[in-house]
């Protein structure tokens, strides 16, 4: 005797691997870009998402009895995807601020020395923490003071303080 499983809407069940494959990528990217420098991760995914998105939308055109379903997994999708630019904002927000501290003692060093520190604790900052978390670098050669910290987003690309003007460079790979 053969069953004939259906969902409540009337479409059949499918395996559950291709039923819950799309939540499971989305989990997936979201805690593989969620990482700090890692978030250009994302741009790799974008064309599947594409694909994806055109399918679902041609398939809830053809069978209106799972819309709501589809409807659920692009809004899923969606979510994560304001999930991950939420965050990489808000990291690259924090960088900046932790940077422009790091920044400001130097100057204050110098204001106060008459000379720029030769390493960031004898400004105050603990570098080692920065460097941990945000990849600040700050060094003291023979043109001056070099105070830099990588993009929260991609993982070669810099801002760059430039003591002359005082103010922070986009430095793109």
């Known amino acids: 005797m053969a069953y004939d499983l259906r969902h409540s809407c009337g479409c059949p069940t499918r395996p559950i691997l291709r039923h819950h494959l799309p939540f499971a990528a989305a989990i997936g990217l ?6 700090r420098h890692a978030g250009f991760m994302v741009l790799f995914a974008v064309p599947f998402i ?75 900052v603990d570098p080692a923490q920065l460097r941990r978390q945000w990849r600040l670098h700050y060094q003291l050669d023979g043109d001056g003071p070099v105070l830099f910290y990588g993009t929260t987003f991609t993982p070669f690309e810099t801002h760059d303080f430039d003591f002359g003007t005082r103010g922070w460079v986009y430095r793109p790979d």
């Open 30 to 35: 979201l805690l593989l870009c969620l990482q």
């Open 50 to 124: 594409a694909i994806w998105l055109v399918y679902n939308t041609a398939a809830a055109l053809r069978r209106p009895a799972g819309r709501r379903v589809r409807a659920y997994k692009g809004a899923i999708l969606a979510l994560v995807l304001a999930a991950i630019a939420a965050v990489h904002w808000w990291y690259a927000h924090d960088a900046r601020a932790h940077a422009q501290v790091a920044a400001d003692a130097v100057l204050a060093f110098q204001a106060r020395e008459g000379r720029f520190p030769v390493q960031l604790a004898d400004a105050g």
